[in-house]
C-alpha cells in the first residue's frame, strides 16, 4: 500500500476500489473467485465492475485474446475482427443498425449526446437523478447524492434533470424546455437498478420522445447482454434511437459503442452533407478488445449466462433476506435481475419473495444513502469471510453456482456477527 500511495492518490486507480486502511490487491481470477497478493481466495460480487458476465477467464475468451495477441496488438488500421464484433452486436440488438466503437463507456455516453444534439439542432438533454452516464463534465452531474449540488471541477451542463419514474415529470419537462434533444437513461435504473424502473415507464418514454420530436438514448453498459441477450430493450421490448454499450460487450476487455439509427450515425460519416461528427480514439475497435468481444458475445447469444447469473442473484438475495429476518435487521435485500443491493432502515413487508421491491420503488427512500461508515465497514466485514462486493451491493456471473452462493449467504451471516459486535449495527 505504500507503494501504491507514492504513485496513486488514495493508492488506488478507481473511487470504488478505495477502502480504508488499505484496498486488496488481486492477483488472479476464474471463474466466481479470485485470489488477493498474499494468495487468499475470494468470491467475487464485483465481477470487472460487471464487465464479467461470464465469470473470470473464461476459457474461451482467454483463447482467442491469447491468439490475437500473438497477431497484433494494434495495427494501425481496420480489422476483420471489428467487422465481426460488430455483426456480433447487430444479431443481438435489432436497434443496432450502425455501431461505432470507442474504449469506455463515457466515451460512448460523450459520443451519443454530441450525436443527439447535431441531429436534432438542440442543445439541452433530459436526464434523471441518480444514473450514471460516465464522468464526463455534464453526465456526472447528479449522478451520486446529495443531487442539486454541482461536481467540483464540472462545467455547468446543459440538462434537464427530473426525478426517474414518473411520466408526467417527463413531459412538463419536455413542455418546459423544448430545446431538449434527447432523453438518456439507464433502463433498469439508476446505481446498477437500486431504483428499479418498468417496462411500462421505458415505453411511455419511448413515446414521448417521439411526441416531441427527442431522441432516446438507453445507456446498456451495464445492462446491456446482461439482463438479456439484446440487453434491456429486448427485455421491456423498447426500440431506442441510440444505445450505449460497455463492460460485457468487450468480454471482459476495455472497450465501448454507441448503437443506433442509420441516419442518426451516418453523422460519423464524411462526405455527408450537413454538419459531422469527427471521431478519433487511438483504441477504437482494438483487435484485442474485439476478440475477447466476439468469443463472449457468442456465448452471451446463447442466453444462458443470464440465466445462470439471474438464477444465482435470485438465490443471493433470498438467503441474505433469511439471514436478515433471523438476525431482526431493519433490511431488504432487492434486486431485478443479476444484481443485488440492500436496504438499510427498512421497516416494510418482508414477504418470501426474492424479487420483491421494498418501499414500493420510491425514489427518495430506495436512494437515500446508508449510515456513514457502514458501505466500507461491511465490505471489509465480508472480505473477512472470503466474499468481496461493494458493500451491500453485488452482481452475479454464470459461474456463481449454487454451492458458491450457499457459501456467501453464510458469509453474509457472519459478516453481520462481526458488524453487531463492532457497533455498526
Sequence with gaps: MIRAQ?????GVTHVAREMHPFPVLIARGRGSQKWTVEGVELTDLMMGHGALLLGHSHPDVVRAVQAQVAL?????GSTELEIEWAEAVQRLIPSAERIRF??????????????????????????FQGHFHGWSDGLISEAN?????????????EFETVKPGCLDRVEQAFIRRPDLAAVILEPTGGHWGEVPLGASFLQGLRELCTHYGALLICDEVITGFRVAPG???????????????????????????????????DLLSAGKPGPRLRHPGTFNGNPVSAAAGIAALKIVATGEPQRLADAAASRLRHGVNAVIQEERLPWRAYGTFSDVHIRTNYHGPQPDDA???????????LSRPHPEGLVNASRQAMLLEGVDWFGLRGVTSAAHTDQVIDA?????GRAIHRLRSDGWI
Excluded: N, W
Design 6 to 10: 507514492k504513485v496513486f492518490p488514495e
Design 72 to 76: 497484433s496488438t494494434h495495427p494501425g
Design 102 to 127: 470507442v474504449s469506455s463507456g463515457t466515451e460512448a455516453a460523450m459520443m451519443a449526446v454530441r450525436l443527439a444534439r447535431i441531429f436534432t439542432g438542440k442543445r439541452t438533454l433530459l436526464r
Design 145 to 157: 447524492p446529495p443531487y442539486g449540488q454541482a461536481e467540483p471541477g464540472v462545467q455547468p451542463p
Design 231 to 265: 440487453g434491456a430493450q429486448q427485455k421491456f421490448g423498447v426500440r431506442p434511437d441510440l444505445t450505449v454499450l460497455a463492460k460485457v460487450l468487450a468480454g471482459g476487455l476495455p472497450g465501448g459503442a454507441v448503437a443506433g439509427r442509420e441516419d442518426i450515425m
Design 355 to 365: 424479487e420483491f421491491i421494498p418501499c414500493g420503488g420510491d425514489f427518495d427512500e
Design 408 to 412: 456467501t449467504v453464510t458469509a453474509f
